[in-house]
Each structure stands twice: as C-alpha cells, then as structure tokens.
C-alpha cells in the first residue's frame, strides 16, 4: 500500500534530520519532506542522549568540514537557543596540559584556532587559576569563551516545532525496510512511500541503508559506548567545562568534567566499544546478526592494532570502574573525589565511522550522493554542535544533485 508521495523523504529523525528537513523546506519553499522515524519520538539516540555541549571548533585542522561547521554553528545555535528562550549555560572552557609533553599539543590547537578563526586565548596557570580556582594544569592553558552548553531535548523539541510550522510531516514507529527503486519507493512496517529524493540521515545505521543504495562501499559504523558519571555533591562545582589536551589521533576528547545548561556537574564520557548498534543497557535490543558484525570487526581491529585499538580498549574498559573515572578528573581537577561522583547517566552510542579498506577511523564529517539520494554516513561529535550550519551545507550539496529543483 503506497500512503503518499513527497518531494523529499529522510530517515532519521535525529538533529541532522530534522535540521536538514527545516533547511530543505526554507530552500525549496514549495516542496513536501517526509521525515520517518522508526522510535515513538525524534532525538532518542545521540542527538538526545549528547553531552549538550556546544563546542567553539578548535580541535580540527583547517581543511576539515568540522573546523567550519563547527565555528558557524556555535554561533548559530547559540543565537537560536537565545531567540527561542531556550536554556544557555555560556561558561567557557580550560583546556590544561597533564604534563610538559601537553603543551606541545597545545600549541597545536592555539594555531588550529587562529587558522580556523576561533576564539581562544592561551593563558597561564595563574590566569587559569583565576577563572577554577581548583583546576590543575602544568605551565599553561586554553580559555574558550564560546565553548557553552544547552539541554539537548529541549533544543529537539523546539527544531520539531519548527519544522512542523514550516509543513514538514513526520511519521514515528515508522521502521524503514527496505527501497524499490525502480518505481521511487521506499518500504516501510507502515506501507511505501513515494519520494522524488531519497535522504539517509539514519545514524547508527547510516552505512547499512547506504549500501541498499550503492554507497558507503569502503565504510562500515562502529559503536561506541559514551557514560558520564553525575555528581551528586552541591558542595561544590567547576565554574567552566575543563578538558584535558586530547590525543590528536583519536576523535575522542578524554575524560573531562562538563557543566549541564543547569549547571549540574558530570564526568566522562567513556569511548567504549559496544557489541551491537543500540548496545546501551544489558541486553536490551540484542541483535546477534549485528552482534556477530560488530565483534568480527573490532576482533579484526585488535588482532591488527589499527590506529592502536587495543590500548584504546584498554584505557575506556577500565573507565567502566567509577574509582578510575575519577582519578582521570582528579588530573584536571583539585579534589575531585570530593564531588561525589556516584551516578552514571543514561549512555550514548555514538555512531563512528570506520574506514574498512585503510583500518582507520573517519575523523571528520562523510556524505555521499548522487542525483537520487544522499547518505550522511558521519555525523558524530561535533554533529549536534553544527547542526543548523550543517543542513545548510548538505542542502546546498543536494540542491547540485536534484535534477528538478
């Protein structure tokens, strides 16, 4: 049973979905999106279960899509949380060196920022000390005044609005199955639709709806599993987010304390390697088939040691350990077994990319596409950052493909 045809169908219903499909209606103002969901709500992956934190986009080398992105939408989504009222905590953030081999690396991000337009300033320990006073780093530091935080879902349910007041359908516990592409369809537990492009933003299993579709060739999704720990202490709390210089390699930040749009304190996250897609809490939503994928690789990437995977696992395995958790803090961080670090919060997978003909891990945003459909095969962190500038740049992308806009 066919149920309508639109202009634009996207699976996904994730804050790269629902921005690209308010962008899409602002682009092509007469067209019809549909976006399907196949949870009873949008956002119950990574774009809600994120740390919140909107990061200023010093981490990336200047000719990377997420050095751009990540400045513009910094900017954007702070204006946009502001002009919809939307909770802010613009607190800033250290970055501090663990040791003298740290301030090498941040030199290196000093010089990422000037090149990307960032703003940040290196300061001294005595300069750091004076916006935390409990914070611990060695000779210098980086002060980013932009980098801020906001409540993931409540930035959700305003993009929903948003895009339902532009005339964007939506159509939850919809489970995308498979496409006829002969006729334009795709194939849902609900019936088919029509679609005159066809747009795969689904996330954890952006790779598998990609190869349906002849793409994502090279590229396969590896999970991982993202905790934070909450403080359960009012005592006290840092006054900014406080970050440890980050191992370059890897896209993963390290253990670091983060500030809620309430202020609440948490550390984290963990980068653990999950066994299956949705791998969050014991065996809820097990899929052996998945299962038997996943483990097959990350055994691949450990008997080979690609980008030195077995002393990542290794490090984040023993992160699963709250009395290590907070150890890795107490670097960044005066006394902070004083905190009361008790309570995990609610994981996160995130969906990252793996490169399986060269054994390494995507660093930086991926999409491909043609004239029929497009496929965003990596949107990881700072995804949730870029957001609105992001939709911007695929739909440009797009608006080159599609031979009737």
């Known amino acids: 049973m066919e149920l309508a045809s639109y202009d634009f169908v996207i699976v996904g219903g994730g804050v790269i979905g629902l921005t690209l499909a308010i962008s899409l209606k602002k682009t092509f103002h007469k067209s019809s999106v549909l976006i399907i969901e196949k949870e009873h709500a949008l956002g119950l992956h990574a774009s809600g279960r994120n740390s919140g934190v909107l990061h200023a986009g010093f981490y990336y080398t200047s000719d990377s899509l997420k050095a751009k992105l990540t400045r513009d939408g910094n900017t954007s989504m702070r204006e946009y949380c502001k002009k919809k009222s939307i909770k802010i905590n613009e607190c800033g953030k250290l970055v501090v060196c663990k040791d003298e081999h740290d301030l090498q690396v941040l030199d290196e991000l000093e010089a990422r920022a000037k090149n990307n337009s960032v703003e940040v300033y290196k300061i001294s320990k005595k300069e750091a000390k004076k916006i935390e006073p409990r914070v611990v780093t060695t000779d210098s530091a980086i002060w980013s005044p932009t980098t801020s935080s906001v409540d993931p879902k409540k930035v959700m349910d305003s993009l929903l609005q948003d895009a339902v007041d532009l005339g964007v359908v939506v159509s939850t516990n919809t489970h995308y199955l498979s496409s006829d592409r002969t006729h334009k369809r795709v194939i849902t537990n609900r019936g088919s639709y029509g679609y005159g492009y066809f747009i795969n933003a689904a996330g954890l299993y952006a790779d598998k709806i990609a190869l349906e ?78 299962a038997i994928e996943v483990v097959y690789r990350e055994a691949g990437l450990w008997l080979k040691n690609k980008f030195d995977f077995r002393a990542l696992t290794f490090a984040e395995v023993r992160k699963y350990s709250k009395k290590n958790m907070v150890k890795d ?25 793996v490169d399986i003909d060269k054994g390494k891990l995507e660093m930086d945003f991926v999409y491909e596409g043609d004239g029929e459909s497009f496929h965003i095969l990596n949107a990881v962190s700072p995804a949730f950052t870029c957001s609105i500038s992001f939709a911007k740049f695929l739909v440009d ?5 599609v031979s009737w806009a």
């Open 213 to 290: 579709w002849g793409f994502s060739k090279q590229y396969r999704i590896l999970p991982f599993k993202g905790l934070y720990l909450y403080s359960n202490s009012s005592a006290y709390k840092p006054k900014v987010h406080i970050y440890p210089v980050p191992d370059l390699k890897y896209p993963f930040l390290g253990v670091h304390f983060t500030l809620t749009a309430d202020g609440l304190a948490k550390i984290g996250p963990t980068a653990i390697p999950a066994f299956w897609r949705e791998n969050y809490q014991g065996f809820h939503r097990f899929n052996a088939a998945e």
């Open 397 to 401: 992308k797009i608006e080159d493909l």
């Open 329 to 353: 803090a107490s670097q960044l961080l005066s006394n902070a077994n004083e905190l009361g670090f008790e309570r995990w919060g609610s994981p996160g997978i995130r969906a990252q990319l």
